[in-house]
């Protein structure tokens, strides 16, 4: 096979020619995919072989790729480096054919023990050379996680006052936001070893093999302490237990109780500290956050407007930027960006700087480069557009201006309009300002106001709602129900309750009790005229208040982020209807 220098891609690009299947083959890394492309479409110099970072999991990928029925192979230890890799390519097939042929043998029911000895050793120990300068952007979860580098640089200093060290860390937060970098930022900090193993790696092998390598992982961890063992995709062994009802995966929950037995049987002081990651927290076994487990969580979420500036800088470090380039401008124009998309962009836009011949990056090939790498994540439906932001703006302005008004000291202390990986476009932040365990009736209809409010807000500015809002008329409505068939608020039911207290199902609806037709549709009318009087009142507010609506959306869409005096400041002007008083009171419909 010819030897030549694989040209870097992209992986927006990569996608886009995989879409339009272009890709002739691939050999999947743990860091690196290397390609080649078919070759009516390999470009003018002659090169077919590319390499590229992927971003996040490649199951989706490798799916299409088969599909279209091109030769994938993937190579469980990290590919040498790219200028070597026609020499070494025939020898990275054989292993990924060993693998594949494993995964079809387990398949087949076929006993194969002399392969799983045979395992190929896929985590290394390496002292990291990342540090949390190499980290920007997130610096919330950077001084959590500041802790952690203490206990393991200075254990002795812990270890001596008796205190306990904590041994698990979960990073929860969307792909490429950099939990993997972090890890690493933490090990390298700390100058320690750095074990890790992703999750799909313990399971995709022969029965027993997962929990044997669990086994492996903490018994080397040991030898080496003080250490950071990082386990990335923990979601991969990790799922509930049980979940599936057709006979479950009995491999994977071998692996998850070896690892929950590892985590229990030694403890932080040993020196080891257990860090995973997962984007997908909601399906974790409860398990794994036990006391003594993973029992401490750091959100690692995609970064503002000034976070997106910071890693903008640390990734313009490596390329030469031209005089005209505004950094805060692109920060501006890469909102939903996380992390690897901001890196991927910076290289992207070097890649169109080179195509041009030109001896710097200039702004243009940023534009360009911006418009490629969003092309790429609208398929992964991650940015939102122009009306989608503003809509997203409104709608949370509508939830705080409304909520400001409303009695029971809970204040709103934060709107967001950068987009949560785990769900939401975007997020109003009530605290309450005590604890509170008894919700009067008043702040009860104040909250189901609040919560229509953006809604209202979307309403009134463009006559029309989106899909959005459908989360806060859930939460509205079961708040509705309870405050009706619970706490008997309702006048013409009275104080009866219709639920019963003890018919907790599993999935946490509750039962009602056994009613006349009559009442059920009684019952229904008073939670829609709750609700519709909740939804009357944010609209008369934000009607009132149409002007400061507007220009707490400018400055929101300009911020991202509204919190602090600023949002004081805005939420202090917010008038209330002369009815509120008396509509809280409940005596004044307004529908
Ligand atoms: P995750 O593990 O959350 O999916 P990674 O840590 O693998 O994300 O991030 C991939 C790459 O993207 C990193 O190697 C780094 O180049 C870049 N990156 C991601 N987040 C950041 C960040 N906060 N600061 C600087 N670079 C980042
Ligand atoms: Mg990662
Ligand atoms: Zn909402």
Redesign the pocket.
Known sequence: MKTETPVQSAYSTFVEQVNQAQVQRVMIGRDRIDYTLKPEFGPKAGHRRYTTQP??STDEIVNQLKSQGVQVTIAPEPLPPAGIVGLIISSGMLVGALALAAKFSRAGGVGTASMGKSKVRSYGKSKTGVTFA?????DEAKQELQEVVDFLANGDKYRQLGAKIPKGVLLV?P????????AKAIAGEAGVPFLSMAGSEFVEMFVGVGASRVRDLFNKAKRQAPCIVFI?ELDAVGKTRGGNPTGGNDEREQTLNQLLTEMDGFSGNDGVIVIA?TNRPETLDPALRRPGRFDRQVL?DR?DKSGRLE?LQ??GRGVTLGEDVDLADIAAQTAGF???D??NLVNEAALMAARNNRQAVLMTDFGEAIERVIAGLEKRSRVLTATERQTVAYHEVGHALVGALMPGGNRVTKISIVPRGLGALGYTLQMPENDRFLMLEDELRGQLATLLGGRAAEEIVFGKVSTGASDDIQKATDLAEKAVTEYGMSASLGPVAFAKANAQFLDGSSDRRTTSPEVATEIDRQVKLLLSNARSMAIEILRLNRGLLESATQTLLETEVLDGEQLKAILAQAQAPAELQTWLAGNYSVV
């Open positions: 971003l996040g190499d980290v920007a952007g997130i937060g792909p490429g936001t950099g939990k993997t970098l972090l990335d990651a690692v970064p890693i640390v990734h996380a992390g690897a901001l890196a």
